[in-house]
């Protein structure tokens, strides 16, 4: 199917002489070029002026010292096409002429070249005996197909229409899977900072996104703190397991799409107007997948759509931004780290974009475990215009004891609407071992509220509210503010952020941290935790306290939330008050609801404190 010589013919430079595709690689080594010396070619006589009787003299080749290869080598790595101006400045400064240079680079990028097409090459026949093997598969079992009919042998002709549709997807998988493996083979090693179209995605939105204030506090976003058993013992994938990564990617993305899109009798209705996967259908739809589910984990599947004030270019970006997805998540991600970037996309966007990462996502307590995961991402646009971001679990190719959560394909698909808004649905469905949940919080986990769709876009509804209102220029005229400069508004919001993060740190049950249960009483355990605090924005260095306890109140949410959030009653419960009366200096208001808002309260005249609820 694959021919094993696939790269073209070079055309090295124009001389007197013709040098075969052969000859021409076989003067090529790694670090050991040999170039025709440029003084022999201008002072060798012309046709004119030769002797006949004088025989031709041998060609001498002129051979580079090792300082002028490793030199060039050096140079080649910042810039493998120097224009006339830089190679005639390597010349002066190596001694040499810059046609030597010149025919160097050229010889050098052939050498690049080959290499690549052959390590091409090498991965096009793997996947093309893949192929045979499995087309060998398939006309085997045709050859013993029986009818169902009389028990005789099959006739090709007697194909399902099912059986066809089914060849006819699995041909147009192979070729989604042939494209993105090309474009992976293209990008496999090289580092981040190489890729310039990834790198300017990763700081292009850091400011308006807030994410260079408290993106890398503490080492829990981007820059991993390695002392989590599992997503410590994970390392990025190796050569052989990229293309199975790719073909579950792909394979990931028409699930996604499907559970995204499909209503009963995959979805039936179930309370609260949710949606409730039927768990016999999903295995006669998705037979393969990741596998069977192991023993002891428990199914959570749900399903959202809600519309946000966002469009689809900067939803793409902070999904597929490691440090950007934390922060917007910050009360679900505790940590993320991008592995390895195996694909940047096409055509300038993340089109075809696939990179593999570590995650542990969480609630805010220190009752619920986290929960670790070693996947893929990958994001497509699709031919409508949506476009879609899915993830999946790659326990299956590096299978870890230490794993207690696993995730089918889970993502969102984005829908543009006019207006800069968009259209988001969500899909979560993960296989975990929650048996460690506090009984108090095992209601929340099992109704889905905890890790589920509904909270993904709970947040992403409210951190696209709070974008908003952040770049605003309009101030409301009720907002009650001694603060007049949009500089001074847009500070207090960056630091209601930065609390509202170190707050979802101080309270999660990270395994970069270990908690402490001080008392055994039941529901009202007390559990303390210390940290370092290193490059906490407006926080000194040191160590940090923090102590967390959970219990039920017979109390409606929104009731309880409003009472923590005026400051007529906030002396009844905040230590920090003292029992002094506290006053509202500055109201800042940052969604839809009168209850998002940022607050500046001052106490007794003498301290003022920040408060920030949401």
């Not at 993904?456 to 400069?485: F, H, K, Y």
Request: aromatic letters at 6%; glycine letters at 6%; hydrophobic letters at 35%.
């Amino acid at each position: 199917m694959f021919s094993p010589n696939l790269f073209e013919s070079p055309h090295m430079f124009d001389m007197s002489h013709k040098t075969s595709e052969s000859e021409l690689m076989g003067k090529i080594r790694d670090d050991d070029y040999e170039i025709k010396s440029v003084n022999e070619t201008m002072d060798a006589p012309s046709g004119d002026d030769q002797d006949p009787d004088q025989r031709p003299k041998k060609k001498r080749y002129h051979r580079h010292t090792q300082h002028q290869i490793q030199e060039m080598e050096a140079f080649f790595k910042e810039c493998p096409h120097p224009d006339d101006k830089q190679r005639k400045e390597l010349g002066r400064e190596l001694g040499l002429e810059p046609l030597q240079v010149k025919f160097w680079f050229q010889n050098k990028r052939t050498q690049m070249k080959a290499q690549h097409e052959r390590h091409e090459n090498a991965i096009l026949k793997a996947e093309n005996e893949k192929l045979r093997a499995e087309n060998n598969r398939y006309k085997e079992a045709l050859s013993n197909a029986t009818c169902p009919s009389c028990g005789g042998p099959a006739a090709l002709g007697e194909m399902s229409f099912d059986e066809q549709h089914l060849r006819i997807e699995n041909a147009r998988l192979r070729e989604e899977i042939d494209r993105i493996s090309g474009i992976a083979a293209k990008y496999v090693g090289k580092p981040l900072s190489s890729l310039p179209h990834l790198s300017s995605h990763l700081h292009s939105r850091s400011v308006d996104l807030g994410a260079s204030n408290f993106g890398n506090q503490s080492g829990f976003v981007g820059e991993m703190d390695r002392s989590g058993d599992l997503l410590r013992s994970v390392s990025g994938p190796t050569e052989a397991d990229k293309p199975m990564i790719v073909e579950l990617a792909v394979a990931a993305m028409e699930e996604l799409i499907r559970m995204a899109q499909s209503g009963e009798p995959l979805w039936v209705p179930g309370d609260n107007s949710t949606d409730v996967l039927n768990e016999d259908e999903y295995l006669r739809s998705f037979p393969r997948g990741i596998g069977p589910k192991p023993l002891g984990l428990r199914s959570e599947a749900s399903r959202e759509s809600a519309v946000v004030i966002m469009n689809h270019v900067n939803l793409v970006e902070i999904l597929m931004d490691v440090n950007q997805w934390s922060s917007v998540f910050c009360g679900i991600v505790s940590r993320a780290m991008t592995l390895e970037v195996l694909s940047t996309g096409v055509a300038g966007n993340y089109n075809g974009a696939l990179q593999v990462m570590t995650a542990e996502f969480q609630v805010p307590s220190p009752l619920v475990p986290t929960r670790e995961n070693y996947f893929v991402r990958y994001c497509k646009q699709h031919i409508d215009g949506t476009w879609a971001v899915v993830d999946v679990s790659l326990d299956n190719l590096r299978p870890n004891p230490m794993s207690k959560c696993r995730r089918r394909p889970s993502g969102c698909l984005i829908q543009e609407l006019p207006n800069g808004y968009s259209k988001v649905i969500w899909v979560e469905h993960v296989e975990v071992d929650d048996r460690a949940v506090h009984n108090i919080y095992r209601p929340v986990v099992n109704s889905g509220l905890a890790f589920g769709a509904k909270r993904w876009v709970a947040t992403l509804d409210r951190q696209c509210e709070r974008l908003a209102s952040s770049m605003a220029s309009n101030i409301p005229a009720g907002d009650l503010c001694v603060i007049t400069s949009p500089e001074g508004r847009k500070s207090m919001l960056k630091l209601a952020e930065r609390m509202v993060t170190s707050f979802c740190t101080g309270v999660g049950a990270s395994t970069a941290h270990a908690w402490t249960t001080l008392s055994a009483t039941g529901s009202d355990d007390v559990r303390v935790m210390t940290r370092k605090s290193m490059d906490d924005p407006g926080r000194p260095p040191g160590i940090v306290l923090s102590a967390a306890t959970s219990f039920w109140i017979q109390v409606p949410p929104k009731r309880v939330f409003d009472f923590l959030r005026d400051e007529n009653s906030r002396s009844e419960w905040d230590i920090l008050s003292n029992g002094g009366l506290v006053q509202e200096m500055a109201h800042i208001a940052n969604g839809r609801d009168p209850g998002n808002c940022v607050s500046l309260l001052r106490v007794n005249v003498m301290q003022t404190l920040a408060k920030a609820t949401c």
